[in-house]
């Protein structure tokens, strides 16, 4: 089993429309979650932390699932500007230095 | 808002040559960081560095790469002999470090072209 595993989609929604991603992970010990974006040949850029509890920052919400070693990303009201890649992140059990990307969820938001 | 920097934001080599990649990381951050990212594939993690000292490497970080950080701001990366497969965006990332905040902020990258 992959360390983090996306859908690579890409997943093709219009403005307006609700959004979300899946993200499984393999190792139980792992402790921190974050989601990144990361536009075509630009660097990745943090969108959230995924806290035990879940969170919300305004438009998106993320949610940790321990028991099915999952995360996920919500979007709502997608806007144009939403089209990115969409990285899962996962530190690699307690070595918080060091952590491991999904390859990543392509989202189009078609106008 | 402080950014972390890199700079060339696109070297040229040939192969066998040595590069030397710079990072300015945000000014009050702890740890820092070398990914790369292949063409069309995921980041990947190189290397992190803490105290002045490597504190984690991947099987790529090989005898081939090192890492400095020279002065209170600059931290870098050399290959010394490149390769055409070391041909990818390098990302520098720097973290706080400050209570439990693992966070990682990104520079822009270098795009590296080995011929």
């Known amino acids: 089993r992959k360390e983090v595993e996306q859908d690579p989609g890409p997943f093709n929604v219009p403005e307006g429309a609700t959004v979300a991603f899946n993200c499984t992970y393999s190792?139980?010990?792992?402790?921190?979650f974050f989601w990144y974006r990361q536009d075509c040949r630009k660097e990745p850029k943090l969108l959230m932390s995924v806290y035990s509890s879940g969170n919300e920052d305004g438009r998106f919400t993320a949610q940790l699932n321990r028991a099915s070693q999952y995360i996920s990303l919500l979007i709502r009201d997608s806007k144009l500007s939403d089209s990115a890649t969409y990285l899962c992140?996962?530190?690699?059990?307690?070595?918080?230095?060091?952590?491991?990307f999904g390859k990543g969820t392509r989202l189009h938001i078609l106008p | 808002e402080p950014e972390v920097t890199q700079t060339p934001s696109h070297q040229v080599t040939q192969m066998g040559q040595e590069v030397i990649l710079r990072c300015v990381p945000i000014?009050?951050?702890?740890?820092f960081y070398w990914y790369r990212q292949i063409l069309g594939q995921k980041v990947e993690f190189l290397v992190s560095?803490?105290?002045?000292?490597?504190?984690?490497k991947s099987e790529i970080f090989d005898d081939q790469f090192s890492v400095e950080r020279p002065d209170g701001s600059n931290f870098t990366l050399k290959i010394r002999s490149t390769k055409l497969e070391d041909s990818a965006m390098y990302f520098c990332?720097?973290?706080?470090?400050?209570?439990?905040?693992?966070?990682?902020?990104f520079g822009p990258g270098t795009r590296l072209t080995v011929t």
């Open positions: 992140v996962v530190n690699q059990e307690n070595r918080d230095d060091k952590i491991i």
């Open positions: 000014s009050n951050h702890l740890y």
């Open positions: 990332a720097s973290r706080g470090g400050q209570g439990n905040n693992y966070e990682q902020y």
């Open positions: 560095f803490y105290n002045n000292e490597i504190s984690e």
């Open positions: 190792n139980s010990a792992s402790q921190s």
